[in-house]
């Protein structure tokens, strides 16, 4: 049986792998979207990421005539 110590020990430590991998994962997001976009690479960080995904997408969708 674990006792009350325990349990919270075994919960942070589940919250810092999950908080860690969603770094990890996003990361690597940024990453592609940079290396797809060369155009939006200057814009730094985490905002630029989610501008070039979003570029990235609008651009893809207006080219293949979704929009």
């Known amino acids: 049986m674990l006792n009350y110590?325990?349990?919270?020990?075994?919960?942070?430590?589940?919250?810092?792998?999950?908080?860690?991998?969603?770094?990890?994962?996003?990361?690597?997001?940024?990453?592609?979207?940079?290396?797809m976009l060369p155009i939006v690479n200057n814009s730094s960080g985490f905002c630029g990421g989610i501008f070039s995904l979003i570029f990235g997408i609008f651009t893809h969708s207006f080219s293949s005539g979704l929009l």
């Open 5 to 35: 110590k325990q349990i919270c020990l075994i919960h942070k430590f589940k919250c810092y792998l999950f908080t860690k991998l969603i770094r990890k994962f996003l990361n690597h997001l940024i990453l592609i979207v940079d290396k």
